[in-house]
């Protein structure tokens, strides 16, 4: 009497321990990408003020007003063309990172429904 309600239970247990793992392992992917990413934007930041600092003195010792808008100019069109660079790469780490995440999760959703899905009928025997 009680067996298909303990089979019923064993595998909603079995289902909930796979779509927890699946959660678990989805974190950790998030969890890596993100200190990729983290990473990625710490030496940006480092290498843009590292070009501050130079256009900064480059600055101090410019000899005249035109040589000074030119140092100007120059760091302003790399600090931007970095700028770009990076922010697509970091929507790239992005990208990947959802990618990543989701993997584990549509793994055990689609085992859980090929789990679920009904089972084909048997074909009834030919009537001779």
């Known amino acids: 009497m009680f067996e298909p309600i303990q089979k019923a239970t064993e595998e909603f247990q079995k ?14 992917e998030l969890n890596k990408s993100f200190q990729a990413v983290a990473a990625r934007w710490t030496d940006f930041s480092k290498r843009s003020f590292e070009d501050a600092n130079r256009a900064f003195e480059q600055l101090v010792g410019a000899k005249s007003l035109e040589h000074a808008i030119e140092i100007q100019t120059q760091y ?25 995440a989701y993997k584990p999760v549509e ?5 859980s429904a090929q789990k679920a899905a009904p089972k084909p009928a048997p074909k009834p025997a030919p009537v001779s």
Request: hydrophobic share 40%.
């Open 15 to 28: 289902v909930s321990k796979n779509n927890y793992e699946a959660v678990v392992r989805s974190y950790g």
């Open 76 to 100: 302003a069109k790399k600090a931007y063309d970095n700028w770009m660079a990076e922010a697509s790469k970091i929507g790239e780490l992005y990208a990947a990172a959802a990618r990543d």
């Open 107 to 111: 793994q055990a959703v689609t085992k």
